[in-house]
Every structure is written in structure tokens, then in C-alpha cells.
């Protein structure tokens, strides 16, 4: 009496990104079981746990697929990558009600503190285990050794612990955001400010705010992330971070398609740690951002049919991101450029952060002041998160790209992760094709194929458009 499974022709298909993926769907239960066995291999440093790692993974993805609940195992007959393994962890779940293996996982006390040290911000499998072989148990065993590492991101994310692991909300990711779009206006109208990561993808709540920058002018975002950081620095919203330089080149490129690395972008970015006031946990309290007038009707202007706005009357940035991905009347794009040329900006070096503009353009001198918390002393930032009753310290990621390349970056920092993963696997193997946060690449040619929208870049991978709320894998 095995109920013949309700399929959809999705779950057939070989990759994640052929198939889409919601982040409600009706097996949770299994998913999030084989999700930790990825996450318990990936910690495991042997010779084929990444690979196990993979496995577990796509096996998750394809149960997210399915318009059923599973309720026997043989309704996985001939379904695509449910190997011995996985099956053996889904059957004990239905006839068990609990996998033995991932129970002992849970429970184990090396599982347990690998989950907390790879919680702190900078701190992964490597340095966790590393700890690990020290005796520390626990973020207080840590905290009490002293000096743990130099990194910066460990010793903030260590002294914040508490505060960065308590997740983000939507909500304050929406205030920040105001801040950030009303900033950016005064400083240089017309600029796109995209919240991106698991937020875009509909999470209601998430370890940090992902955020994309970028100006329909190509080469007049140079020097806005500079002036940003200064303004939230003014404001005291800055705790710490690092800024890191656009590395963009075709012959990085080439090099990483040939090695296949390259799991980082290049583009301009800050990763770092915010103050939030509690008070952005309501959605009423202004954000305290004033814009000139001049620029707020010009924006206003801007303003298209979107039913929704901000309290300071300014257009969210979905506004001018739903035009864009619902105009379904942008020519399909194929203009092929030649990679060499990485700017259509006239005689501007495409440096970002040292900004140096050759030639036409007004230059701009980057901030070369350091923020105070730089020099911060281990000793500073432990008082510094001291129980706070008024903020919260939060993890921000700003990424600055070029208009041109925009859309791709849009696609990378929406993720997930294994979305990306598996996009660029399938346009590798299936079309010869490289992907990256930057482009879509046919190596062979030297060509680049250009994005306007986020369809044409699902177009050119010859894959049916996914909402980034099917972007879940
Ligand atoms: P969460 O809600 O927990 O923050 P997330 O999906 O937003 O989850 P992030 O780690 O914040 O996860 O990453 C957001 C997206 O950006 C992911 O798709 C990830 O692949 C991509 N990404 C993250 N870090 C980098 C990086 N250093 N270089 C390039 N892409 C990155
Ligand atoms: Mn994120
Ligand atoms: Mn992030």
C-alpha cells in the first residue's frame, strides 16, 4: 500500500538550479537531518568527507522538490541522488522516527563544539578544531586562555558573541537599509542599494545583512563606500571592519579557471560589525537620516508604480529592482564584449577603494583616516561589549560592484550557497561556461556575455528564470 508519490517533472532534473528550491516545502524533517551530516562532514577533514558533504547536500535539495510528504521509502525509488547512504538515514527516520547515526552526531561532544567555535565570526572548522585540541569547551574557556588569535574578526566576533549570534531580523535589516539608501542618495543620487543574501531569498531572519551596491554609471560607484563608511562612522554606527580592495582582472580570472578556485569574488567590499540601536527592532522610529531636498524630490520623481515606501517617503530599492526584473520588454541580451575591456567608462582605472580615475572624471581622494576601532586593544573591545542595553552589535557585508556587472553579482550574493555552487558547476560541465559574481565567461573565446536583468543571465545558462524565493537549495 505504498502511495504513489504526486511528482512534479522538477525532481527529475540533474541540477538544483534546473529545479528551484522554497524554503517551505513538506520534508523538512529529513532535510534538516541530512543538512547536519553535510554540515558534520564538512568539519571532518578526511579524504572524501567533502564530497560526503556534497552528497548529503544534493540529496536535501531533491527532497525540497518534492509536492509530497515522504512516507515510505520506496517513493524515492529512481529518485536522483538518493544514494545507500541517505536512504538508510530517511528509512530510519520513518521507521524510527530518528536516525541513530545523526542523533550520535548531535549528541557528540566534538559535534557540539565544532557548532560553537565555527559560530564566532572569522572562526572556522580549522581553527575550532585547533582549539578543540587545546581542551576549551567552551566560548568562556576561550575568552578566559586570552590572546586566542590576531585576527580581528575573532577577536570582535569573541568579545560579541551573544549579540552576533542572536539572529537579524528582517526588520532591522529594513532600517538599516533606509539609513543606507538615504545616505547614499545624498552622497551620489541614482546610487542602488540591494539587500541581498537570505533575505532576498525570503528569510525572515539571518546571521548578517548582505548588501550590494551600485550606480547605473558605470565607474561612479568608485569612492561611495569610502563616503558611506565615513557617514555611519559619524553617526556611531560602525563597531569594526575591513575594507578590502577591488581585485578585479582577466588575468585573475584566467587563473582561477584554470585552478577552478576562486570561491571569492573581487569586487570592493567591507565586511564588518554594526552597533543597531534596539530601536530598529520597531518599525516606527526615524532613522534619523536627513536628505536634501533637492535630492529627495529628484528621487521622488524616480518613483514608479511600487506600492510600498519607506518612512522617510524615499523609494525602497526594490522599487527600481522590480522594474528591471519584471520589464519583460529588455531585448534579450547577447552583446559580447571583449573581457579585456572591464570598464565602458572612458579612461577610468578600474580600481576601486584606491579610486584612481586617469583622465576624464572627477577624482576623488579615498578616506585614508582609520577608524578608531582599528586600533582598538583586545582589552577595549571586551569592555566595549559589556552587557549594552540600548544596541546590538551586527554583522554588515557591503559589496560594491559596476553596473556591468551588476546582475551577476546580484545572483552570486543571493545564494544560497549551494545555488551558486551548483550554477557554476552546470554552466562549467554542461555549457563550458564560466561563472563568477563578475560575469559569465566563455574562457575559449575571451568573450564576456553581458546581463541587463537577472533574466539574461538565466538565459544565457539556458535555465527557466528562478524567483530568488526558489533559490533556496
Ligand atoms: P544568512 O541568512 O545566514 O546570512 P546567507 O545565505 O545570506 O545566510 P551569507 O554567508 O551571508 O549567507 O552569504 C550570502 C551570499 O553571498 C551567499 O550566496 C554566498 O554564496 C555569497 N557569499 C558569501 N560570502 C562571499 C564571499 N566572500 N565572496 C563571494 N560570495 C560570497
Ligand atoms: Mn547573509
Ligand atoms: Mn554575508
Request: hydrophobic share 30%; charged share 25%.
Given at each position: 500500500n505504498v502511495i504513489s508519490p504526486k511528482t512534479t517533472t522538477d525532481q527529475n532534473y540533474e541540477w538544483a538550479c534546473q529545479r528551484g528550491a522554497r524554503l517551505e516545502h513538506f520534508n523538512k524533517k529529513f532535510t534538516v537531518d541530512l543538512e547536519l551530516l553535510q554540515t558534520h562532514a564538512e568539519f571532518c577533514n578526511e579524504m572524501h568527507s567533502q564530497s560526503r558533504a556534497l552528497a548529503f547536500r544534493r540529496a536535501s535539495c531533491v527532497l525540497k522538490t518534492l509536492l509530497f510528504p515522504l512516507t515510505h521509502i520506496k517513493q524515492l525509488d529512481g529518485v536522483k541522488y538518493i544514494g545507500g547512504h541517505v536512504r538508510k538515514v530517511i528509512s530510519d527516520l520513518l521507521d524510527l522516527g530518528s536516525s541513530p547515526e545523526v542523533e550520535e552526531i548531535k549528541f557528540s561532544d566534538w559535534f557540539r563544539k565544532m557548532k560553537l567555535f565555527t559560530s564566532?565570526?572569522?572562526?572556522?572548522?580549522?581553527?575550532?578544531?585547533?582549539?578543540?585540541?587545546?581542551?576549551?569547551?567552551?566560548?568562556?574557556?576561550?575568552?578566559?586562555?586570552?590572546h586566542p588569535s590576531k585576527d580581528w574578526r575573532i577577536v570582535w566576533g569573541l568579545a560579541f558573541h551573544e549579540d552576533l549570534t542572536t539572529p537579524v531580523s528582517r526588520q532591522e535589516a529594513d532600517r538599516f537599509m533606509d539609513i543606507l539608501q538615504c545616505e547614499a542618495q545624498n552622497i551620489l543620487p541614482g546610487t542602488i542599494i540591494t539587500l541581498t543574501g537570505g533575505f532576498r531569498r525570503g528569510k525572515s531572519n539571518g546571521h548578517d545583512i548582505d548588501i550590494l551596491i551600485t550606480h547605473p554609471t558605470d565607474g561612479a560607484e568608485l569612492g561611495i563606500l569610502s563616503k558611506l563608511l565615513d557617514v555611519l562612522?559619524?553617526?556611531?554606527?560602525?563597531?569594526?571592519?575591513?575594507?578590502?580592495?577591488?581585485?578585479?582582472?582577466?588575468?585573475?580570472?584566467?587563473?582561477?579557471?584554470?585552478?577552478?578556485?576562486?570561491?571569492?569574488?573581487?569586487?570592493?567590499?567591507?565586511?564588518?560589525?554594526?552597533?543597531?540601536?534596539?530601536?530598529?527592532?520597531?518599525?516606527?522610529?526615524?532613522?534619523?537620516?536627513?536628505?536634501s531636498k533637492e535630492d529627495s524630490t529628484e528621487v521622488k520623481d524616480n518613483k514608479n508604480s511600487s506600492t510600498h515606501s519607506d518612512p522617510l517617503g524615499l523609494p525602497f530599492m526594490e522599487t527600481q529592482l522590480t522594474r528591471n526584473s519584471n520589464n519583460l520588454s529588455v531585448p534579450l541580451v547577447s552583446v559580447k564584449t571583449d573581457l579585456k575591456h572591464r570598464s565602458n567608462v572612458k579612461n577610468k582605472s578600474y580600481i576601486s577603494n584606491t579610486c584612481v580615475y586617469e583622465g576624464e572624471g572627477e577624482p576623488h581622494v579615498p578616506s585614508t583616516k582609520k577608524f578608531k576601532h582599528e586600533d582598538c586593544s583586545e582589552k577595549e573591545v571586551v569592555e566595549m561589549a559589556r552587557p549594552q542595553t540600548d544596541w546590538l552589535a551586527r554583522r554588515v557585508d557591503l559589496i560594491v560592484t559596476p553596473y556591468s556587472q551588476y546582475y551577476y553579482a546580484l545572483v552570486g550574493w543571493t545564494g544560497s550557497k549551494h545555488f551558486n555552487r551548483d550554477t557554476r558547476l552546470y554552466a562549467q560541465q554542461v555549457l563550458n561556461l564560466r561563472l563568477t559574481s563578475h560575469g559569465l565567461y566563455d574562457m575559449k573565446k575571451q568573450e564576456a556575455l553581458q546581463?541587463?536583468?537577472?533574466?539574461?543571465?538565466?538565459?544565457?545558462?539556458?535555465?527557466?528564470?528562478?524567483?530568488?524565493?526558489?533559490?533556496?537549495?
Amino acid at each position: 500500500n505504498v502511495i504513489s508519490p504526486k511528482t512534479t517533472t522538477d525532481q527529475n532534473y540533474e541540477w538544483a538550479c534546473q529545479r528551484g528550491a522554497r524554503l517551505e516545502h513538506f520534508n523538512k524533517k529529513f532535510t534538516v537531518d541530512l543538512e547536519l551530516l553535510q554540515t558534520h562532514a564538512e568539519f571532518c577533514n578526511e579524504m572524501h568527507s567533502q564530497s560526503r558533504a556534497l552528497a548529503f547536500r544534493r540529496a536535501s535539495c531533491v527532497l525540497k522538490t518534492l509536492l509530497f510528504p515522504l512516507t515510505h521509502i520506496k517513493q524515492l525509488d529512481g529518485v536522483k541522488y538518493i544514494g545507500g547512504h541517505v536512504r538508510k538515514v530517511i528509512s530510519d527516520l520513518l521507521d524510527l522516527g530518528s536516525s541513530p547515526e545523526v542523533e550520535e552526531i548531535k549528541f557528540s561532544d566534538w559535534f557540539r563544539k565544532m557548532k560553537l567555535f565555527t559560530s564566532i565570526f572569522g572562526v572556522g572548522p580549522a581553527t575550532a578544531k585547533s582549539w578543540i585540541e587545546k581542551g576549551w569547551k567552551s566560548i568562556e574557556d576561550v575568552r578566559n586562555a586570552g590572546h586566542p588569535s590576531k585576527d580581528w574578526r575573532i577577536v570582535w566576533g569573541l568579545a560579541f558573541h551573544e549579540d552576533l549570534t542572536t539572529p537579524v531580523s528582517r526588520q532591522e535589516a529594513d532600517r538599516f537599509m533606509d539609513i543606507l539608501q538615504c545616505e547614499a542618495q545624498n552622497i551620489l543620487p541614482g546610487t542602488i542599494i540591494t539587500l541581498t543574501g537570505g533575505f532576498r531569498r525570503g528569510k525572515s531572519n539571518g546571521h548578517d545583512i548582505d548588501i550590494l551596491i551600485t550606480h547605473p554609471t558605470d565607474g561612479a560607484e568608485l569612492g561611495i563606500l569610502s563616503k558611506l563608511l565615513d557617514v555611519l562612522d559619524k553617526k556611531d554606527i560602525i563597531l569594526s571592519g575591513q575594507r578590502m580592495k577591488n581585485t578585479f582582472s582577466t588575468e585573475a580570472l584566467n587563473e582561477e579557471s584554470r585552478s577552478m578556485h576562486g570561491k571569492f569574488d573581487h569586487f570592493e567590499k567591507w565586511f564588518g560589525i554594526c552597533k543597531f540601536p534596539k530601536a530598529f527592532q520597531h518599525p516606527t522610529t526615524p532613522s534619523g537620516c536627513q536628505s536634501s531636498k533637492e535630492d529627495s524630490t529628484e528621487v521622488k520623481d524616480n518613483k514608479n508604480s511600487s506600492t510600498h515606501s519607506d518612512p522617510l517617503g524615499l523609494p525602497f530599492m526594490e522599487t527600481q529592482l522590480t522594474r528591471n526584473s519584471n520589464n519583460l520588454s529588455v531585448p534579450l541580451v547577447s552583446v559580447k564584449t571583449d573581457l579585456k575591456h572591464r570598464s565602458n567608462v572612458k579612461n577610468k582605472s578600474y580600481i576601486s577603494n584606491t579610486c584612481v580615475y586617469e583622465g576624464e572624471g572627477e577624482p576623488h581622494v579615498p578616506s585614508t583616516k582609520k577608524f578608531k576601532h582599528e586600533d582598538c586593544s583586545e582589552k577595549e573591545v571586551v569592555e566595549m561589549a559589556r552587557p549594552q542595553t540600548d544596541w546590538l552589535a551586527r554583522r554588515v557585508d557591503l559589496i560594491v560592484t559596476p553596473y556591468s556587472q551588476y546582475y551577476y553579482a546580484l545572483v552570486g550574493w543571493t545564494g544560497s550557497k549551494h545555488f551558486n555552487r551548483d550554477t557554476r558547476l552546470y554552466a562549467q560541465q554542461v555549457l563550458n561556461l564560466r561563472l563568477t559574481s563578475h560575469g559569465l565567461y566563455d574562457m575559449k573565446k575571451q568573450e564576456a556575455l553581458q546581463a541587463t536583468c537577472e533574466e539574461d543571465v538565466f538565459r544565457h545558462l539556458n535555465l527557466t528564470y528562478r524567483d530568488p524565493m526558489d533559490r533556496n537549495c
